[in-house]
Nanobody, 123 residues
């Protein structure tokens, strides 16, 4: 499956952004999906994940209460709604997919990755 993330941009603190992850190729609906981010000089970190049918989600502590992961399998697209953005949310955001439906917060367990979209939050 090929993934393409989009929707990033430059916003002020407190603003919202919705990232999209468009999938093509194999049936996106059968894949577990996750969002990760990597800030300059830092390691990639888990943000959120969702099962193939949207029945279960998981969030990093930094995302809980502010971010919402969702997906529309009919459109082969996943989303990350980010509210109340903070300067520390500044990073390149990546979507990823894995065939196994077991929750994984380590990116090494994901099979497919999008190219990333830059999110910059100014104070």
């Amino acid at each position: 499956v090929q993934l393409q993330a989009s929707g990033g941009g430059l916003v002020q603190a407190g603003a919202s952004l919705r990232l999209s992850c468009a999938a093509s190729g194999r049936t996106f609906g059968s894949y577990f999906m996750g969002w990760f981010r990597q800030a300059p000089g830092k390691e990639r970190e888990f943000v959120a994940a969702i099962t193939w049918n949207g029945g279960a989600t998981s969030y990093a502590d930094s995302a809980k209460g502010r971010f919402t992961i969702s997906r529309d399998n009919a459109k082969n697209t996943g989303y990350l709604q980010m509210n109340s953005l903070k300067p520390e949310d500044t990073a390149v955001y990546y979507c990823a997919a894995r065939a196994s439906q077991t929750l994984a917060v380590d990116g090494v367990y994901y099979d497919y990755w999008g190219q990333g979209t830059q999110v910059t939050v100014s104070s």
